[in-house]
């Protein structure tokens, strides 16, 4: 329940200075609030938050979950040998098995100073698109590195040369609030050395990203085109600032463009294919849907090595992991009644975050999977396209996403991220090491709202993380 404040005086100050003024003043949790997935939200809070199937899965079906969960989790091997069910790695790969970089079915990070490899963390490729290629856009949504091709692997099996090494440096830059507190912010820049295959394309974009969470995909699969489609403003019309535009991909079953929803610039259509592009580029295992290894013709040891079958995953394993990663359930919300996160969640609102991070939708009737169907969920994010400003910006564009644009990502459970993997490392390329930095690096269409936020006060900014906090 809120209480809009609705005076002819308030209103004619709303049509002068902002929309802000119109934001809802909430007292106390809304019904279901705390239930960020409707009924699928599972209640635990600990280190297995993310881990657990959506709650209202039946006996039979939890059983399907955990044949998924054992082949998102466990290795992948080198062919030929006996395990054939799970063999195929490679011969260029990031890591043997989706659990290593999506760690606890949470969040990766960059590699820290001396990691050996950058593990859950990978580097997509491309160079400049010409006028000639607009087929291949229109497929792939980027022109591949002519050697190293659309991503870089860091592992390979025997015999086989890896694409090269990852390391991060940074860059500090200070960020000041009106209340004169001070933030220090730290800028990513890639270093990538033991190049395998020769120099890079002189042109070549760079675009380092962090394994993003696994929860509630199955719901945001589920929320119906139109319902999205109905936040879009590419002209920006109302003339708030923010134009949230869809990202239009190729769906590869379909053979058709559909709106993109997965990925941190929704470059990909759906999670089956989202899950077999992870096979394909960060494991080097072919499926029916993508039925060849990652190899360019410019690697040819890759492309004559020895494979695991054709395909390396069969359609049954690709089923049960899309079953699984449909059904990863959403936490329950924690401490959805006290006045502190209340007064974040009204700041959140004021700041015109919720713009973005669209706090409600209802899942599809005719959902892919029944236990998803006609769920009122509170992902927080509208799945569209935002300029996020030159901050923000990896300058490669990935089918409608320009270099500037990234989706917006959900919210929901993301103030379990230290309990369930051990650190606070935020936005695409995990730049941001705590909630408050990942905020001070918006930019673009969010620019007032972090404007917002730096003319906050102290106690304001806590209640602010108190309320992301309880998501
Ligand atoms: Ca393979
Ligand atoms: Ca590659
Ligand atoms: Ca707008």
Not at 129 to 153: H, K, N, W
Not at 285 to 302: E, G, K, R, V, Y
Not at 341 to 351: A, D, E, I, P, R
Request: proline share 7%; net charge negative.
């Amino acid at each position: 329940m809120y209480v809009k404040q609705r005076t002819a005086l308030l209103l004619l100050a709303c049509v002068c200075l902002s929309a802000c003024d119109e934001a809802p003043r909430f007292t106390q949790a809304e019904p279901g609030e705390s239930l960020s997935g409707g009924s699928t939200t599972v209640l635990k809070k600990d280190q297995n938050a993310f881990s657990m199937p959506s709650a209202n899965l039946s006996p039979a079906r939890r059983l399907d979950f955990s044949v998924g969960n054992s082949f998102f989790r466990n290795p992948w091997v080198i062919a030929p040998t006996t395990t054939t069910a799970r063999d195929g790695l490679g011969p260029l790969f990031n890591t043997n098995a989706c659990q290593n970089c999506h760690i606890k079915d949470g969040r990766g990070h960059p590699p820290g100073p001396d990691a050996k490899s950058s593990v859950s963390m990978l580097v997509r490729l491309s160079i400049p698109a010409s006028s000639r290629d607009a087929e291949v856009l229109l497929r792939q949504g980027v022109v591949a590195e002519p050697v190293y091709g659309t991503q870089l692997q860091d592992m390979a099996v025997p015999g086989i040369t890896p694409e090269g090494k990852v390391r991060v440096s940074y860059s500090y830059q200070t960020q000041r609030f009106a209340d004169g507190t001070e933030v220090e912010l730290r800028k990513p820049t890639l270093d990538i050395s033991n190049l395998g295959y020769g120099d890079f394309h002189a042109d070549t974009q760079f675009s380092a990203r962090i394994a993003p969470p696994m929860i509630g995909l199955g719901l945001l699969e589920a929320i119906p085109e139109e319902a999205i489609l109905a936040n879009a403003d590419p002209d920006d019309s109302n003339g708030d600032g923010i134009s949230g535009r869809p990202n239009l991909v190729w769906d590869r079953a379909q053979q058709r463009s559909v709106l993109g929803r997965f990925g941190w610039k929704a470059g990909q259509p759906s999670l089956n294919q989202q899950n077999a592009d992870a096979f394909a580029n960060d494991m080097g295992l072919t499926s029916s849907l993508i039925p060849q290894d990652n190899c360019t013709h410019a690697q040819p040891d890759c492309l004559s090595a020895v494979n695991g079958g054709e395909p390396e995953v069969s359609d049954n394993i690709l089923a049960t992991v899309l079953f699984y990663t449909r059904n990863l359930g959403v936490p329950a919300r924690r401490d959805v009644d006290k006045p502190e996160v209340l007064q974040g969640k009204n700041l959140f609102y004021k700041s015109g975050c919720q713009s973005c991070h669209t706090p409600t939708f209802t899942t599809a009737a005719d959902a892919a999977e029944p236990e998803l169907a006609n769920q009122n969920i509170h992902p927080y994010s509208d799945l569209l396209l935002h300029d996020m400003g030159e901050g923000l910006a990896d300058n490669r564009s990935e089918f409608l996403a320009t270099g500037r644009e990234w989706r917006t990502p959900p919210l929901w459970g993301i103030g379990l991220t230290e309990r369930v993997n051990g650190h606070t490392q935020f936005l695409h390329d995990g730049r941001a090491r705590n909630l408050l930095e990942a905020i001070l690096w918006h930019g673009g269409e969010a620019e007032a709202a972090k404007q917002s936020v730096l003319n906050m006060k102290a106690s304001e900014r806590s209640a602010l993380l108190a309320f992301l906090n309880s998501l």
